[in-house]
């Protein structure tokens, strides 16, 4: 009996057989670190983002730091960008205190933080703190003092919490940003809290380009835990922290302080931009890609919120802007130095 004849037929299956796997292994290596799953995973969210609806950012043009205007501007923007209800909730508020130096706008204004735990206590939030964990600075305390942050927590009767030494709790590392962590170990009062408020500021910075609420969520890695300044995060890379930490935590709104903005070396040696805009909304990534264009920058110049959008990490196609106008407040920020 001779041997088997292959038919063409059968010899055209093997072939595409052949094909799809071969197609799936160089695609399995091409989408290393993550792998093709997750990498799939990230490919069509991103594609739905674009048939949802837009995301609401409320922006305000405000020209002063005075605390009465400022409560009142951001109470109306608070209720313009649609944020969601706070009332008996735990809040958690992280401005941007990454340094102090006398002279520079580096840290988000005091009088903000001020406006933001107003408008909390209006709206009935049960419990509110205010976390900061520096990258730099092993110790918040001067920053807070001489900031002026001490004297409006003080006011208010609410507690500073170093997120630096913060009894470090694990959680879930979520969505595939830290490959091969399938944890990370954030401070107590962010792992519990219910919502966080990024109170960020509007300024440059030489790696990531900018620093606006996505960014400013790397002073919730407690440096006790993961040393200054933040080793893992650079280990990990820039880009996958910042979104990674975003879909690691709590929920997270955005509040970002360009009063006075700061262009070219940033994010500590940069150049004062009184620019006299606020911005307010419930998707970080869209508020940081309002808060890129105003300063001249468009989103795919920003390596973070290129991929987050590609990723549909949160809405960055479709974005309702909601109070004063866009192109009116739009600057050209000095870019940050290579």
Known sequence: MGAPRLTRRAFLRLLLLAGIGGGLAFAER????AGLRQFLTWLLRG?????????????GASLSYDEALL?????ALWDQAGMPDVAGKRVLVKPNLIEWIEGRPLVTAPEVVGAILDVLRARGAA????GEGPGFRRDAGPVVEHSGLAAVLARRGIPFIDLNYDDPRPVPARDGWFPGQPRLWLPRHVVEADLIVSAAKLKTHHWAGVTLS????FGVVPGIRYGWPKNMLHVN??????LGLRQSMPPVVSVIDGIVGMEGDGPLFGTPVPHGVLLVGADPLAVDVIGAR?????????????WGIWAGVGQGV???????????LGRRYQRPPK
């Open 30 to 33: 091409r989408t290393q670190p």
């Open 47 to 59: 594609w739905r983002r674009r048939v949802e609806p837009p995301a609401t950012v409320a922006l």
């Open 71 to 75: 409560r009142d501007a951001l109470m």
């Open 127 to 130: 419990e509110i703190v205010v």
């Open 214 to 217: 996505l960014k400013n969520l």
């Open 237 to 242: 890379g820039l880009t996958p922290s910042i």
């Open 294 to 306: 105003l300063m001249g920058f468009e989103p795919e110049e920003i390596e973070h919120l290129h």
């Open 318 to 328: 479709h974005i309702e802007v909601r109070g004063a106008s866009l192109e009116a």
